[in-house]
């Protein structure tokens, strides 16, 4: 059974930063590459951020490129998600997924496992 377990979501002021992280179990960790969606009222879930199973690889939606930063821990089974520079409309549920192939992509039919999720919300 694979479980993914997010946490770091909060309030936060606008201009701040938090920090994610994805604690994964049931699977082979760093055999699969993970990735970041995230989910505002009335909105679709929309990609954020992937990275491959090496970490050496990344992928980011234009809308975070260059504030958020993701990152793994292949021997603590988790990965993150730095966020900086929030704005208000950074607010969300954020979501983390495992990916079926090693690579990373930002097609959300990919994804096989998910979490529960952790609210983040940016106030101006």
């Known amino acids: 059974q694979v479980q993914l377990v997010e946490s770091g979501g909060g309030l936060v002021q606008a201009g701040g930063s938090l920090r994610l992280s994805c604690a994964a179990s049931g699977r082979t960790f760093s055999k699969y590459a993970m990735g970041w969606f995230r989910q505002a009222p009335g909105k679709e879930r929309e990609f954020v951020a992937a990275?491959?199973?090496?970490?050496?690889?990344?992928y980011y939606a234009d809308s975070v490129k260059g504030r958020f930063t993701i990152s793994r821990d292949n021997a603590k089974n988790t990965v993150y998600l730095q966020m900086n520079s929030l704005k208000p409309e950074d607010t969300a549920v954020y979501y983390c997924?495992?990916?079926?192939?090693?690579?990373?992509?930002?097609?959300?039919?990919?994804?096989?496992?998910w979490g529960q999720g952790t609210q983040v919300t940016v106030s101006s």
């Open positions: 997924a495992t990916d079926r192939v090693p690579y990373g992509n930002a097609q959300q039919r990919e994804y096989d496992y």
């Open positions: 990275i491959s199973w090496s970490g050496s690889s990344t």
